[in-house]
């Protein structure tokens, strides 16, 4: 796969997120009740799970979490891409929802500092996940058209993830866990 090729999976993941992500607002501004029943199965199953936790327990978890949403997308791509593309759109929808809420109530200060400082890590590692995924997918095809090895290909990808995606992750983890609250007590 060459680095044009991986650019435009790049491109194709964020795009996709972002479309998510507008879906997931418009629905929260249109008063539709799934954008309520939305935040409190995510209230009530994610954070109800991590609430109390101490700061490194809430890293592991945070890092666990969001190590699986990534697994699934780079594994996703076995799908030829369908799995890949579903998770990037339902993740962006989640967040356009919670995102909204969040800035309706902290402020757009307030959503900045508790997104920010952990996103700028754990969203490239999102997309390049996504992105990986889909090169996944691509050398399926080509494999199946006998132009390609998917398995030599899923293990050269494979490494990739390993020392791009999951150091990412380990940063926003740690970020999320013990900088993100005590910035969130500043401002909030």
Not at 9 to 38: C, E, H, K, R, T
Request: hydrophobic share 60%.
């Amino acid at each position: 796969m060459s680095r044009r090729e991986f650019g435009t999976y790049l491109v194709v993941s964020v795009g996709v997120f972002l479309l998510g992500i507008a879906a997931g607002y418009a629905v929260l501004l249109s008063g539709d009740p799934v954008a309520d029943q939305l935040i409190e199965v995510v209230k009530n199953g994610v954070f109800a799970d991590i609430l109390g936790d101490s700061p490194g327990m809430l890293a592991l978890k945070i890092f666990l979490n969001n190590l699986q949403a990534c697994l699934l997308l780079f594994l996703g791509g076995a799908t030829f891409g369908l799995l890949t593309l579903f998770i990037l759109l339902s993740n962006g929808l989640i967040i356009g929802v919670f995102a909204g809420e969040i800035a309706e109530r902290l402020g757009p200060i307030g959503l900045a500092v508790g997104l920010i400082p952990h996103g700028i890590f754990e969203l490239p590692a999102l997309f390049i996940a996504a992105a990986l995924g889909l090169a996944l997918a691509r050398s399926l095809l080509a494999d199946i058209s006998g132009a390609g090895d998917a398995a030599a290909e899923a293990a050269r990808l494979g490494g990739f993830f390993l020392r791009t995606v999951v150091p990412l992750l380990a940063a926003a983890a740690v970020v999320e866990a013990f900088i993100t609250p005590a910035l969130l007590q500043i401002v909030v």
